[in-house]
């Protein structure tokens, strides 16, 4: 097994590499590449040590220190190292030639070739693919990169920084050389060789800089780029009015290419991008495609400073440029749309995809202790939890403050590989405060608790809230389970009078709406309270917490119609609702048409509420009307779960909802109907409109399916948008018959050349919750379309399958659990981290009832012993099972 490293292990690097040069000669499948290397002794390092330079998968061709060639014994070479026994204790030049098959990189780390273009990935640790090297992200240097290629084949060369020079290299092969002027540590180098289409932007930054932006994708197809080229002067603007930072290089170069592991990658000057986030046209894109191309341009915009320019001492420090990436890409996507939707559209993903997480066997804090393979780190908890840190330390220290603490961090960073500690000493800096307790959110896994309950005195004329915080005990191979210490929680509050309107209450300890709870108890007086009010926690869900707040159903309800805090009044609805769920599923309850009087109180509710306000804001309203999904009710069960109970609950709740307000839906639905040919808009108004609309269309069906069925089918062929389209094929979906096969082989038939939209098509009968998915995905699995090479189908057909198909993967025979499996089994030897990241569709295995949980844990043990796995896949396995 992959052996472990631990930040408390970590020691500066023996020798510094200031300047690269690279000649990299592409080549299908023999490119050579000659690093020449500035290198000298660290000053804090150990004198005399020897160099190990990191290498994976590389031929070694020549090698010559100071321009002569090694002696005898002077170097060793094994596969994942070259050392260099006595290095000079000066500054000394090494001059590395490697060869490396681009073409059979099936991993996608280092350099290989996406649909023919020759494209890299370095984060994490990829460079040392290329060339032996110091791979690690202290290590910061300068580049200069020359790329020689094929003219025909790769027309387009391009590298980090500027375009310094180009011409011609023979009679069929051409260079260009880049320069890249800022020190980066060798995850951020890139190149790309290609032939590629280009849509381009001028942009003008705050510091009077012309920037050429240019965005290249699959020739023809030039046309969908528009909206990435845009989303990137957008996020360009808008870092430089939110957090005063500028771009820093002449040209902003975005590649989308077909095969990516992650979603984008934020390469100095050069970012490279999964396709899916980059390629957009209403025929093809979802208004969540829009959103999230968007949101994911932004964020590796984001990262130039966020990342680049102060970029992390070590792999520890993921959350550094992670966290504060996503809590900046979040506040840019909630300036550009609408903030209370886009922070429940946050929370929702945090709730479905960090809580199970901090909850499970991969638990591990937002800056983990240990790692074997880090790139199993690149998680839900770093990215969503991190984020959420950043956001509570700005409700602690307030807007200003905390902008000014962003100021001084990139200010006293810039050019350095920073820490967590570095972070923070900012804001303390800044604010005057001792934010060491703080900390502890970086340190502690799992999601704490925070029982509420409240107390109003009639006579003293007081209410009273008492807060008590426990936190899980989690134990990691990295570490015992210490006694977890209390965190600070900020508590944004605030209390509504049952009838409507804010009470005009005081609490001296309550300052801008913020409470600050930062022992295991505490209780909070406030004082003219005449009346007994309702009270309003966590507004704009202030902590990553799981809130026990024993309201009423009566309380509940006035907060969905009466609180000013927009996630509170959504919260509210789904607290009602989940606690139907929650019943129901306990109970083992079987499908109905009437989730009870709690169900009937549920639907009363938002009679009123769509009545008086969904044609104002439809995007709200739609989140209002969905209910929590499954693996949030599974959370909320928490142990001896059985997932076909939950989706019977769910069910049951749904056909009520569509039969009680069914005729209002009807009429929204109306109502909101787009005049035929208007312009289609990506925009925030016009997709929230269609997610009111096709919510509607959801719940019409689930109570009426053959009626739904008709509307659906009608939605399907009239429809303008992809959209419409796509969420119209998903209510057929969901309705055996002959009407959803033909539906879904038509839309299969007529998008066989668009690989994104058919991932769409894989997911969506992949989710299907019938015992005859299973076949249906095996089915698929042969479809000439998918291949195991791809990522994104991977992701589309059998990740759908395993992380949004709880009854079907989580069938009583064992069966899903096996096909799960046996697909990261066949993946693990030509993509070990995409079957990794498959393997931890088991990460809630411990929480279903034992029928389940054996079959799973039979299906994991097959996995785990299986000779030869991934470092990657043995990671997830070990920890899953331990
Ligand atoms: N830094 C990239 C981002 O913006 C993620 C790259 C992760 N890649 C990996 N192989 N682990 O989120
Ligand atoms: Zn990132």
Redesign the pocket.
């Known amino acids: 097994m992959q052996s472990i490293v631990r930040l408390a292990d970590y020691r500066p690097s023996d020798y510094l590499i200031d300047r690269v040069d690279l000649d990299v000669r592409l080549h299908p499948t023999e490119t050579r590449v000659t690093a020449t290397l500035a290198l000298r002794p660290n000053p804090g390092g150990e004198p005399g040590a020897p160099l190990r330079l990191d290498g994976d998968e590389l031929t070694l061709l020549a090698i010559a220190l100071d321009g002569q060639p090694t002696g005898p014994g002077a170097i060793d070479v094994t596969p994942r190292a070259l050392t260099l026994h006595q290095p000079p204790q000066r500054p000394f030049v090494l001059e590395i030639e490697t060869q490396v098959n681009p073409s059979a990189n099936t991993k996608l780390?280092g350099l290989y070739r996406s649909n023919g273009v020759y494209c890299t990935?370095c984060?994490?640790d990829?460079f040392r693919r290329i060339t032996y090297f110091l791979d690690r992200p202290d290590v910061m240097a300068v580049y200069t990169t020359r790329i020689e290629g094929n003219r025909e084949a790769a027309p387009v060369l391009l590298g980090n920084g500027n375009l310094v020079e180009r011409g011609e290299a023979g009679p069929e092969r051409h260079y260009a050389v880049w320069h890249d002027p800022h020190p980066k540590p060798a995850y951020l180098f890139a190149l790309v060789g290609g032939r590629l289409g280009r849509v381009a932007a001028r942009f003008t930054t705050m510091e009077g800089r012309d920037v050429e932006i240019a965005v290249y994708v699959e020739p023809g197809k030039e046309g969908r780029a528009d909206f990435a080229l845009d989303a990137v002067a957008r996020s360009m603007a808008w870092d430089e009015r939110t957090f005063g930072r500028a771009y820093d290089l002449d040209v902003f170069n975005v590649v989308a290419v077909s095969d990516f592991?992650?979603?984008?990658?934020?390469n100095k000057g050069l970012n490279i991008f999964n396709d899916k986030y980059v390629l957009a046209s209403p025929d093809t894109a979802t208004d969540a495609d829009y959103a999230n191309i968007e949101a994911i341009i932004a964020?590796?915009y984001f990262?130039n400073w966020s990342?680049n320019r102060v970029t992390c001492r070590d792999w520890f420090q993921l959350c550094l440029?992670?966290g504060l990436?996503v809590f900046r890409d979040q506040e840019f996507s909630s300036d550009e749309r609408s903030r209370p939707v886009h922070r429940i559209a946050e929370v929702r993903t945090l709730r479905a995809r960090q809580f199970p997480e901090d909850a499970g066997p991969l638990a591990h804090p937002v800056r983990p202790q240990a790692y074997r393979e880090?790139?199993n780190f690149?998680t839900a908890t770093v990215?969503e939890k991190g984020a959420e840190i950043v956001r509570m330390l700005r409700t602690l220290l307030g807007p200003e403050t905390f902008r000014r603490g962003m100021d001084r961090y990139f200010s006293t960073c810039d050019g350095t590989a920073a820490t967590v500690e570095d972070f923070l000493a900012a804001f303390a800096a800044e604010s005057g405060r001792d934010l060491a307790t703080f900390a502890r959110w970086y340190a502690q896994a799992g999601t704490p608790t925070v029982a509420v309950t409240g107390a109003h005195d009639p006579a003293a004329r007081t209410y009273s809230l008492t807060f008590r915080q426990s936190l899980p005990r989690i134990a990691t191979e990295a570490s015992a389970a210490a006694a977890p210490e209390p965190l600070v929680i900020p508590v944004v509050l605030g209390l509504v009078a049952p009838a409507g309107g804010a009470v005009a209450a005081r609490a001296e300890r309550v300052r801008d709406g913020v409470f600050v709870l930062d022992r295991a108890e505490d209780t909070l007086v406030f004082t003219e309270v005449a009346t007994a009010p309702v009270p309003s926690v966590f507004r704009g869900f202030s902590a990553p917490v799981k809130v026990e707040h024993a309201l009423t159903r009566d309380e509940r309800l006035a907060l969905l119609a009466h609180d000013s805090d927009a996630f509170n009044r959504w919260q509210a609805a789904q607290s009602l609702a989940m606690e139907v769920l929650v019943a129901r599923a306990r109970a083992g309850a079987p499908l109905g048409p009437e989730a009870g009087p709690e169900g009937a109180g549920l639907t009363a509710a938002l009679a009123t509420f769509l009545d008086a306000e969904a044609l104002a804001d439809p995007a709200f309203a739609a989140l209002v009307l969905t209910l929590p999904g499954e693996q949030e009710v599974a959370q909320a069960i928490g142990a001896e779960v059985d997932p076909d109970a939950i989706w019977r609950a769910r069910q049951t709740l749904r056909v009520q909802l569509g039969r009680d307000l069914g005729s209002r839906l009807l009429g929204l639905r109306d109502a909101l109907a787009e005049p035929p040919g208007a312009p289609f808009s990506p925009d925030a108004a016009s997709a929230g409109r269609r997610s009111l609309r096709n919510a509607a269309l959801d719940l019409v069906a689930a109570a009426d399916p053959e009626a739904g069925i008709a509307l659906a089918i009608a939605q399907l062929d009239a429809a303008a948008t992809m959209t419409d389209r796509l969420a119209a094929l998903a209510v057929v979906s969901l309705v055996p018959g002959e009407a959803r096969e033909a539906a879904l082989a038509r839309f299969g038939e007529a998008y066989r050349h668009e690989p994104l939209v058919l991932d769409k098509w894989f997911a969506l009968q992949a989710m299907i919750p019938e015992a005859g998915t299973l076949e249906r995905v095996r089915g698929l699995m042969r479809h000439p379309a998918f291949s195991l090479g791809n990522p994104n189908r991977v992701r589309s057909l059998v990740a759908s399958f395993s992380l949004n198909n709880p009854t079907q993967f989580h069938r009583p025979d064992g069966a899903g659990y096996d096909l799960a499996a046996e697909v990261v089994l066949a993946l693990d030897g030509k993509n070990p981290?995409v079957a990794a990241r498959l393997l931890t569709a088991f990460n809630t295995w411990r929480m279903v009832e034992d029928g389940r949980r054996r079959r799973a844990e039979s299906a994991l043990r097959r996995v785990a012993g299986t000779p030869g796995l991934s470092p990657d896949v043995s990671d997830i396995a070990g920890r899953s099972l331990a």
């Open positions: 780390m990935q984060e994490a990829g592991n992650m979603g984008a990658m934020e964020h590796e990262h990342g440029k992670e990436t880090i790139n690149y990215y981290q």
